[in-house]
């Protein structure tokens, strides 16, 4: 895609989408309900992933990463997810990418070089550690503090719904924390400060998802946990805009995901209909069916389009031909979009294949438990993208909690 309405991708693009699918129809789809039901990601997965750049995709060479653009990331997002359709697998890299790039354009030189080449080589993971027990969307109501002591930012506070703990305890990495340092400047007083899970003050629990099972979610507390100042993620107290950013990025992705599995849900779906018969005939026959296929190709198709225009002002961002205000709003459009009609058509499908498609049997009832984590909040839930564009089509002072 270049400056024009131009849908074409560059023939590097092509090659590497192609490959990408090359393998994840060979290694990664015949593994899904591995995945689904043993709560994990192979470690051979992991170790492909590294091995092709993806997990270091957005991670600047110079660290181990590609150093690639959001439109190839989202690509690879899309085709990982279309190859684990419970999207765990896309989970895991896709917090690589976006947050691995915040990391990489706002972390200290002594913790880029400490953790960004051991992410690219599937070493180390990172994440975002945003929601307290008291709610995601609404950083003011948080309650996590930082205070610096002598050479050390002292934590206190509790996260939970965090994707990757357990995978983080394992292998090493930790997460980019929003804390306040500053709480009587409410939004301008958030700070990001990485956070290793490895040391002393920090206690962990899990919690039991219904999909994407093979990745973990789950929570830690910081009690007096001390990591050094140069774990702070850009400048004190502007934590609350790299936050945004990431988030803007990581939506992107999201949607991506969603696309990717509800693809290959159709794809399914569709071999479905033409070989289950009813009263003599293929299912794929009948009018009803038809139409629910192609409102949902049309949907699918939309959301699709909607991810690669974001990726694409993503990258016009990045160059500076793009402000950052433009950016939330199409992130927010895919990922309010792209979730929800992603969950509708792998329901459909679903349907399509009756007691077959609700069984341990078919990969679609993970798709289904997966897709439907997307629309429930991760990386902001629906009503919050609604706010989000309202916000940039109407103006700030139309905010609901604007005074």
Not at 66 to 72: A, E, M, N, V
Not at 104 to 116: F, M, N, R
Not at 122 to 141: C, H, K, N
């Amino acid at each position: 895609m270049g400056d024009g309405m131009d849908f074409s991708l560059s023939d590097e693009q092509e090659v590497f989408k192609r490959n990408l699918r090359e393998w994840c129809e060979r290694k990664l789809f015949p593994r899904v309900k591995e995945i689904d039901e043993e709560s994990k990601i192979p470690d051979e997965i992991i170790r492909d992933l590294a091995n092709m750049g993806i997990l270091g995709l957005t991670i600047p060479e110079e660290y181990g990463g590609s150093g690639l653009d959001f439109l190839t990331a989202a690509l690879s997002v899309e085709e990982i997810a279309r190859g684990d359709v419970s999207v765990a697998t896309a989970v895991l890299v896709l917090l690589q990418q976006s947050w691995g790039y915040i990391l990489s354009k706002y972390g200290s030189e002594e913790l880029k070089e400490e953790v960004l080449p051991k992410v690219a080589k599937g070493e180390a993971f990172v994440g975002i550690g945003s929601t307290e027990p008291q709610g995601g969307s609404d950083l003011l109501s948080f309650k996590s503090t930082a205070r610096k002591e002598d050479d050390s930012w002292v934590l206190n506070g509790e996260k939970v719904y965090i994707s990757l703990v357990r995978e983080v305890e394992e292998r090493g990495g930790g997460f980019l924390t929003i804390v306040k340092t500053s709480p009587e400047l409410e939004h301008r007083g958030f700070s990001m400060i990485f956070v290793p899970l490895s040391i002393d003050g920090v206690e962990t629990t899990l919690f039991k998802n219904m999909g994407r099972t093979g990745v973990s979610t789950g929570g830690f507390l910081m009690k007096e946990a001390r990591v050094p100042l140069n774990y702070l993620i850009g400048e004190e107290n502007k934590g609350f805009y790299i936050a945004m950013e990431g988030f803007n990025v990581a939506r992107i992705l999201v949607a991506a995901a969603c696309v990717g599995a509800a693809s290959k849900a159709l794809e399914i779906g569709m071999d479905y209909i033409k070989q289950r018969k009813l009263f003599g005939y293929p299912i794929g026959k009948f009018e009803g069916i038809q139409f629910q296929l192609s409102d949902n190709y049309a949907k699918l198709e939309a959301s699709r389009l909607l991810v690669y225009k974001a990726a694409w002002i993503c990258n016009q961002w990045m160059n500076g031909k793009a402000d950052i205000m433009e950016l939330a709003k199409a992130s927010a459009t895919a990922k309010l979009h792209a979730p929800i009609e992603c969950y509708r058509i792998a329901d459909d499908v679903m349907t399509w294949m009756g007691a077959f498609g609700y069984s341990k049997e078919s990969e679609i009832q993970a798709c289904v438990r997966g897709l439907r984590s997307y629309s429930v909040g991760a990386e902001g839930a629906q009503n919050v993208m609604r706010i989000i564009i309202a916000r940039e089509l109407l103006g700030k002072e139309f905010l609901p909690y604007k005074k």
